[in-house]
């Protein structure tokens, strides 16, 4: 199955939908991105995008091709010079790693086992009670 991200005029993605590997593949049983997206906007027009339910930060889980940095989501921003799907940002003092197009808060998240939250008014992890 291949998934395809549609882009509105400001790059941002407003749905994603999975096509049949058939409508993605050229007279040899070839896929092709192009005709995925042909096939999407001949059937109702915009902008379409290949995106893989198993990429995240740049990586294929599966060890195959990633497309476009990470799977696009509702409200994640084409970046066109990037070629990559990146997620609204969650807060102000996080940064973009150039490298996986994801946010990175102004410290790691701690390595401990125990679970925490951000706060964004002190820009630090805070541990879960209970």
Known sequence: MAHFAEIDALHKVIQV???DDKDTQDSNGNEEESIGAKYLHDGFGGTWLRTSYNTYGGIHKAGE???RKNYAGIGYSYDE???AFIPPKPYNSWT???DTCQWD???AYPDDGKEYI???ATTNW???EG
């Open 65 to 67: 091709t990633p497309f």
């Open 96 to 98: 973009l790693n150039e």
């Open 81 to 83: 010079s990037r070629d």
């Open 118 to 120: 951000w706060n964004e």
């Open 105 to 107: 808060a102004p410290t």
């Open 126 to 128: 805070v541990e879960v």
């Open 17 to 19: 939908v999975v096509l």
